[in-house]
């Protein structure tokens, strides 16, 4: 399907697409796809595949095909492909969008490994690369010809909103298409490609697989056009697959997915409203809070919730506090059952931009009164 409008207007609820992902197995019955390990496939007598399209393993498995199709669904996409990694899909959209020579406007302080990445990829490329500043307007770095626009929204880890149809608007005036890394809204709370995005990308090492037990990226389309043929190209020609159980893992996280970023929403609203109130909290980084200078945007972009991403500034030793938690896990990642926290100015290293006193918090599935415990007794 080429028509997003036409995806649009059909689509049944999240909830009912989610709980059926990957549907029945056709050939047992089964209420579970089954996973193809497979990395050949048979040809018949005239050599033609028995299967049509079914050639090698590197190119397609019919368990990507399903998990795709339902996040298609959920994204409002022409089309997705499912990658190795996080890491995985960002790099099959440079490698397949950007020639050297070409400009690409990059948001500030986002997700620290893209971020280092795209930098050095760019820096090897010869890619002209231009950083925006969310607070400042779009149109100060899009004045010129750019092939493409990379933001992230809500944003690590200072949960920045940027108005994706704003963006989107700025840069199809240039000729430049718009990415929108969406891994903390996953498409529950925002489908990008309805506010002008070209592509949308998660890691769904995240909530999407929501078990911090998958490593898996994936990107989604808004049409089928050359730039989309480019990133499949990468996929299947760099090798950049899943694994089967990969992909399994995460069409089986799906079933879920809309009733855990409900969930875990809410508690991190519940949390940060009550740190907000706190005063050994300097402040609460988290776009469903009035306060917040993007919520009005959050409020009309992210349907249902604000998501599980907060971050606190804290008064005394940020590290000190992460080290009293007995509840939160001392962890990176985000988007599993189990509320982590983490100290970003420790990981990230000499070159941080994250404030010392910035710990992170990944809002987990336990009970909003014990994780409140957690940190009251943390803070003191
Ligand atoms: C984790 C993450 C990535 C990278 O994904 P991996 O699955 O770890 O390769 C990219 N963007 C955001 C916002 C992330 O949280």
């Not at 990829?121 to 925006?132: A, D, Q």
């Not at 697989?209 to 056009?225: K, N, P």
């Not at 089986?252 to 050994?280: F, Q």
Request: overall charge negative; aromatic content about 6%.
């Amino acid at each position: 399907m080429t028509d997003q409008t036409t995806a649009r207007r059909n689509r049944p609820s999240a909830d009912t697409i989610a709980a059926h992902a990957g549907g029945i197995d056709a050939a047992t019955a089964g209420v579970v796809p089954p996973i193809t390990l497979a990395t050949t496939y048979a040809r018949g007598e005239d050599y033609a595949p028995l299967v049509p399209g079914a050639i090698y393993g590197r190119d397609d498995n019919p368990i990507f095909q399903r998990f795709e199709s339902v996040m298609a669904s959920l994204e409002g996409a022409a089309a997705t492909l499912s990658f190795a990694s996080g890491m995985a899909g960002v790099a099959a959209i440079f490698r397949g969008l950007l020639r050297p020579g070409d400009r690409l406007v990059v948001q500030r302080a986002i997700y620290w490994g893209a971020a280092a990445w795209i930098e050095e990829w760019c820096r090897t490329w010869g890619i002209e690369r231009v950083e925006w500043d969310p607070e400042t307007p779009i149109g100060s770095v899009l004045d010129r010809p750019t092939r493409l626009v990379w933001v992230e929204t809500p944003s690590n880890p200072l949960w920045q909103v940027v108005d994706i149809a704003a963006v989107a608007v700025a840069a199809h005036a240039v000729g430049a298409r718009l990415a929108v890394d969406g891994t903390t809204t996953t498409p529950i709370l925002t489908r990008a490609l309805e506010y002008g995005a070209d592509l949308v990308f998660h890691s769904a090492t995240k909530a999407i697989a929501g078990h911090s037990d998958v490593l898996l990226g994936v990107v989604a389309t808004r049409v089928e056009d050359a730039d989309w043929q480019a990133i499949r190209a990468e996929r299947k020609q760099a090798g950049a697959i899943p694994g089967g159980f990969e992909v399994w893992l995460a069409l089986r996280g799906l079933r879920t997915l809309p009733l855990r970023i409900r969930h875990t929403s809410a508690t991190a609203l519940a949390l940060a409203t009550w740190l907000a109130a706190d005063p050994r909290v300097e402040r609460v980084l988290y776009p469903g809070l009035t306060s917040h200078p993007g919520h009005a945007i959050a409020a009309s972009q992210m349907q249902g919730g604000y998501g599980a991403m907060l971050s606190i500034l804290t008064r005394g030793d940020a590290l000190a506090v992460a080290s009293r938690c007995r509840l939160f896990v001392r962890a990176t990642s985000l988007g599993g059952p189990e509320s982590l926290i983490e100290h970003r100015y420790t990981v990230e290293g000499v070159h941080t931009r994250s404030p010392a006193s910035l710990l992170r918090l990944s809002i987990g599935l336990e009970a909003v009164e014990d994780l409140i415990a957690d940190l009251d007794q943390a803070l003191a």
